[in-house]
Nanobody
């Protein structure tokens, strides 16, 4: 098992900022890509941002220009810097990664961290 642990969620006013962090622990051979998803009440889980081991990134249209993903693959960590937050950003945010260990490659998910943006 390779746990992914998120941190950094919380309550913030609209227009504010938060940074989420994700860390993978264990004996890891490779981790690529790393992604952030979010799931709002009554909605399907959606992909927010992706970063690869080469540092390339992609974003959902709804967060472009406001969110920035960064990662340190060597340290198995990833952050999501969220600026100009809107009430519609309220959701549980999940870290996701394809991780290769001695037993092979598989998809891992964190437990989720709540982000609440008040208007």
């Amino acid at each position: 098992q390779v746990p992914l642990v998120e941190s950094g969620g919380g309550l913030v006013q609209a227009g504010g900022s938060l940074t989420l962090s994700c860390e993978a622990s264990g004996t890891i051979f490779r981790i690529n890509p790393m992604k952030w998803y979010r799931e709002a009440p009554g909605k399907q889980r959606e992909l927010v941002a992706t970063i690869t081991s080469r540092g390339s990134s992609n974003y959902a249209d709804s967060v472009k220009g406001r969110f920035a993903i960064s990662g340190d693959i060597a340290k198995n960590t990833m952050d999501l810097h969220m600026n100009s937050l809107k009430p519609e950003d309220t959701a549980v945010y999940y870290c996701n990664a394809i991780i290769t260990t001695i037993t092979g490659s598989r998809d891992y998910w964190g437990q989720g961290t709540q982000v609440t943006v008040s208007s």
